[in-house]
């Protein structure tokens, strides 16, 4: 199986899945796949670190706060991150964040994500083994 993201439509939302062979494949396939709403991934330089962390009760909850968590990176920051390392531990998560400050001209970004929802949060691992890891994006 290979890591990767999808987009689902969901009226003037957007879904996103991750896949992943790890829960923190899926993680970060999903962060990839909020990243892309805005911009083109390719476009995004990896110069600049940033270091998160999360915490939540169980992993549905995690995702939601990992999401929002670059969301929020994003707006104080004024960043686009293209890149993202994980590392869970039990429903910790550890992160760098990987990107650059937006430049309009390059980026020409498409929309402001507000959050991560709860619409169709789900985490769970697939009957082929591989992890999914979804949620709806208010943009």
């Given at each position: 199986?290979?890591a ?99 430049d309009?001209?390059?980026h ?32």
């Amino acid at each position: 199986m290979t890591a990767r993201w999808e987009h689902l439509d969901h009226g003037a939302d957007i879904g996103v899945r991750g896949y992943g062979d790890s829960l923190e494949d899926a993680f970060v396939q999903a962060a990839l796949a909020m990243s892309s709403v805005v911009t083109d991934l390719d476009k995004i330089a990896p110069g600049e670190s940033i270091a998160v962390e999360c915490c939540a009760p169980e992993l549905d909850l995690l995702l939601l706060d990992w999401l929002n968590e670059i969301v929020y990176q994003m707006a104080t920051r004024n960043m686009l991150f293209g890149a993202f390392d994980v590392r869970i531990d039990d429903q910790h998560l550890f992160a760098q964040l990987h990107g650059e400050v937006v430049d309009r001209e390059k980026h020409r970004p498409a929309v402001e994500i507000k959050g991560a929802t709860f619409t169709e949060l789900k985490v769970y691992r697939a009957e082929n083994g591989e992890w999914v890891a979804q949620c709806v994006i208010d943009v």
